[in-house]
């Protein structure tokens, strides 16, 4: 197939549904053969006898492309780890890795147990650590064998993570985390040809499915804002290797809409070259918060 990932192995994480299995889709629609990822968990991590990686692979291969099916749990190092080698055992290389994969358990803070914490830092956070990690070891052994290649990785965030949204502290925390390890990333992987991006997403999926209940096509041109494959064209672009230069970055898709989002920085401030007494520490607060933007509002607040 020819388009702008012809000749590139992609793997994405938790691609049987929603945003990845579009991704995954898109990937495939642009020349990619696509490593299509997914435990075939249920909306809250657990258990589910679903096997919606193989209907994905089976979508794409019925399209003319081509796809092999990885059902293992990528917040594992052995998952992780075989999500790596199923790429190159089955088309002998690897260009780019999308991080997906998660899921919710939403609760307020104060009902948050231990475990829903626990669960979705793992999923989130270590299931993008450890496919960063094992991809990237392969990427550094390419190009220390003088191979450097041309690769990219895709992490998910969330408007969640950058702004807050009220009932999901563990999730929030968890987004958040992946757009420093995007930036990290981002400084740490250049000199071995890897650039890594991160996207804060929104669409329908059995995820938003109520947040988005309400939307549907626009009667007059039958675009439908909310559908998840309005948010895999930049993924995609990001995934080639036609966007060469683009790294460190974090962009907002949300149907026609791509936002490059801008992160912290320094704002107004004052040194005194001496320290402050906690009173004078306040009054000085006062002063400068008078003059600095107010931050976005934390999404439910
Ligand atoms: N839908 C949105 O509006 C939205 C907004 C912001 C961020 N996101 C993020 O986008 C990503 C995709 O979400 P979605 O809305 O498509 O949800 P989804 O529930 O439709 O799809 C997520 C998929 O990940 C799989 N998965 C979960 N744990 C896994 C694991 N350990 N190993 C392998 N696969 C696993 C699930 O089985 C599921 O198929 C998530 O990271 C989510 O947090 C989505």
Redesign the pocket.
């Known amino acids: 197939m020819s388009g702008i990932c012809a000749g590139r192995v992609v793997v994405v ?2 691609a ?5 299995r579009a991704h995954a889709l898109a990937f495939a629609a642009e020349g990619a053969r696509v490593v299509v ?5 249920g ?1 809250d ?1 657990t258990p589910h006898p679903d096997s ?1 990686a193989a209907r994905v692979a089976a979508e794409i291969r019925e399209a003319g492309g081509e796809a092999v099916v990885h059902a ?4 594992t190092s052995e ?1 992780a780890a075989s999500l790596v080698t199923t790429a190159l055992e089955t088309y002998g290389r690897l260009d780019t890795l999308v991080n ?4 919710l358990r939403d609760r307020m803070l104060v009902n948050l147990d231990e475990d829903d914490w626990d669960a979705v830092v793992r ?2 956070l270590k ?1 993008h650590f450890l496919p960063l990690r094992h991809a990237a070891a392969h990427w550094r052994a390419e190009a220390k064998a003088g191979r450097t290649p041309t690769a990219r990785i895709v992490n ?5 993570g950058l702004l807050g949204s009220v009932g999901q502290g563990n ?1 929030s925390a968890s ?1 958040a985390g992946i757009v420093a390890l995007t930036l990290v990333a981002a400084a740490e992987l250049a000199r071995y040809g890897v650039q890594v991006n991160a996207i ?9 499915e109520r947040t988005f209940a309400d939307t549907m096509a626009a009667p007059d041109t039958g675009f439908d804002a909310m559908a ?1 494959e309005n948010v895999s064209p930049l993924v995609v672009w990001l995934g080639s290797a036609a966007s060469e230069g683009v790294t460190g970055r974090v962009f907002e898709a949300e149907g026609g809409r791509i936002t490059v989002m801008e992160g912290w920085r320094p704002g107004p401030t004052v040194d005194r070259g001496a320290r402050w007494s906690p009173a004078e520490a306040g009054e000085t607060v006062t002063k400068l918060l008078a003059e600095a933007t107010v931050p976005g509002a934390v999404y439910g607040a």
């Open positions: 994480t938790g049987g549904r929603g945003l990845g990822n997914d435990l075939g968990v909306l991590g919606p293992a749990d990528i917040a998952g997906n994969a998660g899921f999923v989130h299931g998910t965030s969330s408007g969640a999730y987004k804060a997403p929104a669409a329908r999926t059995r995820m938003t998840p």
